[in-house]
């Protein structure tokens, strides 16, 4: 996780790294994430009460008013306080989103999609996770954040992700998925330069291992790798034909290592997929601030969210 | 199609039909609107000076600012001018909605989704409608209006409807499609009450033919409904991921001629697809204002982007 | 149906036709049938102890020992005795085997198949059927006939055919899930001649219908041929991995109609999609005897597997 | 692969066992099977002279005639005349065969399947094989052996295994196919069993590894194991539409560690999936002989089609 301090017109202040840990428990977890805003604080030499608020950004459907995450099998969490929990630490308002909705807000404000009316994000990993800011505000339910595009049905497989319907983008496309089907071809002797650089374990199947192999010239995992952007592309199809975004963002790591490959699948598909009108609507992007994208779009978040005197806003993503 | 004259409270001051005949043509069409709208001025005896405003509902996707109906298949409409085209010949602002959102419009400000933070509409008939209420305003993209849920990929079948991606709701759910397989039930000798009530004609086998079928004891029929039915749930449970709306509205002349089985159906599936956490954040209904939710909503959302003094506001769907 | 009577040397002797009236019921279907095969003696001026046996050929799975058809859903037949009822009315033996196996043990005998070490026939109609001669013999199970290849699952739909098994090739591909396609597209707009020669009654959508539609220049309906024949392909791929014919015969009225847009794509499927050692072990022909195949196919099994000392076989299909 | 030595009256005389090592190359492979055939002749004290024939069950489609095995992923083999090679090395007739038709030749000789008229035999491992016994005779295609039942499409989905045919059983259903999924569950932290047992390397996710998660509690595993054998209940649907076996045999690895689940599974959905007719007529069943079913079923058929007055007869597998 990634905390940092802005300043009041959003340039970094102090910028802090730490693991998740998110095994360790939520207790553990929550403490951590307090720990790392201290650490952050006490690098800039800040006091609390110079701290006008704070944005974070987690993963999962988020309560908004309550800023309770309410499921995040990463870390492990279900129904956690987050937001309570470190307003009463730093003594000063919290805004929780969801971590993707904070990378599209923070594109929208800085990076990749400014100005644009209506942009959505879809950023693959464990999940597919998702975001939109329409109108300069990300867009949500009356309780809930929105834009869980990794559980959207396309498809009539049968196998499923972490809902009861089977055929999600995320069982379909996620890198967790990639990574299954990359250890398959490593088995079969189909993926050779793969098998050199992973094995058959899938945690050590990273975006990175994955890029490496095509880049060596394993045909089977960037043919692997193109069905599934091919499958997002039809998951903005269907984005598009709900919600007709000017801009659609790929983010994360794996677009991250293979950005060329996946922008050209995910966009052929969209734009043969959609009706016709729709076609010249939307442009497809690669996020361009990286890991920065979370905390400057919770940071930016927060501080418009929050009415205040103070000077400084941290986040963490 | 309606034609409805409102007063400034929405009270109906005139209320007149006329048959769409879409096959004769854009020019006789736009001509048939116009005349519908003068038909009801002058039972009204209101003087085009009287008028407000117009609003009106077509199908498919609109161009929102110039009020351009971009496609309407069963109309023949391609980029059909119908906003400029009116409001030339009465002399007053006029807004070009889709139908569907000028439905669920409706149904917002009056009917079954009164005070919702978000709903969304879908409406099952010779393709698959949508529309969506968000926070007091329809849904919309930066220049077209949004929600073409009969659009969205649910299935890997290799059927397709008007576009180029194979699995769409609407070639899984529509009326038509339902149609098309109850005909086929009628050939093969399994849907005897259908064939007596409506042959093996599609245009024959209408919402209440299939009502009526299903009725009289054709429980093959009952379940291609049902079928149908559940893949709509699946295309709501996309949309709660997407949107986490709190209000869904289902309506059409198929919903009202079967709303008990196509409510359970799209409820259950529905229910049981999403994370657990939307579970209980939204409600599936049947629309309740029937054919006037449209005129309604489209009035309502003329009024409400019209500043104005005149007193009637028109409708058109 | 068709009434053959053949000599020794399978020369046609006489060859009668009528109408199959399926929806008569099973007492007038089978006195049809023996009708027919009276009338064709009649007119042979053959008296019953001429006749050294007779073939026929029925739809759906037939218990062969006992000559009853299981279930022909066309003729509404459950469980008839056809076998037993001819061999009481003509005093001879009778061989009743499934209509798709005779026409394809007719090819291998007489026409497009001949020598073949093992060939499969697949016939689009209503259903699909299909049949296999392996090595000289009618491939069996020990209690019924086989190669239903119709009802074989190819896919992840959630329709069905009449069994309780979604995605069958037969609700896939079959003439009439082809003609409820079409049905649609006419209605939709998409088929305007179509339209013009079938209208959208699927009874009307014939074989013929649908050839004349493609001649005049729907674009749409040749899509859904060429569609439905591609997942034909498919089915001949699954085939050929369970069986490894040498031939693949396509044959019936949508076949004669359209033979070399079908044959293109049931060919290139299924050649791109068997394992690369089976690409070059099987042809795919169109049969050859048309009408005649059954008839005489049936003929000739009855005749290889009844030892007898007259002159003359006769055959239904 | 294991090595027998039988008499004339099919008794064990010498059984010995060799890993396969299948990575080492084509020249190594054979020169393997060679030295394990020579030592278990030296074991038994039986001179080459003595040895009647050999027969040998190898993976893959076979070249029956020329005993040349087309294709093996697993030994890195491709057109390799294993025929040829040991004949020469053994100066004895080898009959080549495919390794579940041996299989399934053993157990229709000596195992479950005793007296059946057609045995058909699906064994899912890293991918799914197949074999046939009809009529006495392994069934066979003109040139090559048949039965390769995972490479039957039975699904829609986008993934493919080792043909350019997405949605094959093989792909859906095979041990592989299951151990990726179970690593998935693994990392996710929904299968902690099967993570503490096999971890998420899918070489090390073994069918006792699965067996035992399930035992020690992982629902989550379950599920998928009885989701893969449902598919392989639809592939069963399948084969017993086309080749009407009264038999079905299921063996291999992962049945024999979860025989209940996935007989259950299998029988269940085959069953309800036929047509009616069907539904009585066959039994499915998990083999018998365990790995001694491949050498006896190589063994007798090498014997039936050898003609010779030598005692002995060998078999690998």
Redesign the interface.
């Known amino acids: 996780m990634l905390s940092v301090l802005f300043d009041d017109e959003f340039q970094v202040v102090v910028r802090k790294r730490k693991k998740t840990k998110g095994?360790e428990g939520v207790v553990s977890g929550q403490e951590r994430i307090a720990d790392l805003i201290q650490e952050t604080l006490t690098d800039a030499n800040i006091s609390i009460d110079q701290l006008a608020g704070i944005g974070i950004g987690c993963p999962g459907?988020i309560?908004l008013e309550t800023g309770i995450v309410?499921?995040a099998?990463?870390l492990?969490w279900r129904r956690v306080a987050i937001g309570e929990f470190l307003s009463k630490k730093f003594l000063c308002p919290v805004r929780v989103v969801n971590d993707v909705d904070a990378g599209v807000y923070g594109e929208y404000r800085f990076g990749s999609a400014m100005n644009?009316?209506?942009v959505v994000g879809v950023f693959p990993g464990?999940g597919i996770g998702?975001g939109c800011v329409?109108d300069g505000r990300i867009?949500?339910?009356?309780?809930?954040?929105?834009?869980?595009?990794g559980?959207?049905?396309?498809?009539?497989?049968?196998?499923s992700s972490?809902?009861?319907?089977p055929?999600t983008l995320e069982c379909?496309a996620s890198r967790?998925?990639i990574a299954?089907?990359c250890?398959?071809l490593a088995?079969?002797?189909?993926a050779p330069e793969l098998l050199k650089l992973g094995?058959?374990?899938?945690?050590n199947i990273r975006s990175k291992t994955i890029s490496q192999a095509i880049k060596n010239g394993d045909k089977s995992v960037e043919r692997v790798v193109r069905?599934a952007a091919?499958?997002v592309g039809?998951g903005v199809?269907?984005?598009v034909?709900?919600?007709?975004?000017?801009v659609i963002i790929l983010g994360g790591g794996l677009v991250e290592a293979v950005p060329e490959i996946y922008l050209e699948e995910v966009r052929k598909i969209a734009k043969?997929?959609?009706?016709?009108?729709?076609e010249d609507?939307f442009d497809v992007r690669v996020a361009a601030l990286g890991d920065d994208a979370g905390a400057m779009g919770a940071a930016a978040w927060a501080a418009k969210n929050i009415s205040t005197q103070a000077e400084k806003v941290g986040a963490v993503v």
């Open positions: 095994m459907p309560e309410c499921i099998p990463n492990g644009a009316f209506c464990t998702g329409h867009l949500r339910g009356m309780r809930l954040s929105a834009m869980e595009v559980h959207m049905k396309i498809a009539s497989t049968s196998r972490g809902v009861d319907m055929g379909e967790l998925s299954a089907e250890a398959k088995y079969r002797g189909e094995g058959m374990d899938i945690a069905l091919q499958q039809y199809a269907n984005i034909h709900l919600l007709s975004p000017d043969k997929s959609v009706m016709e009108c729709y609507t």
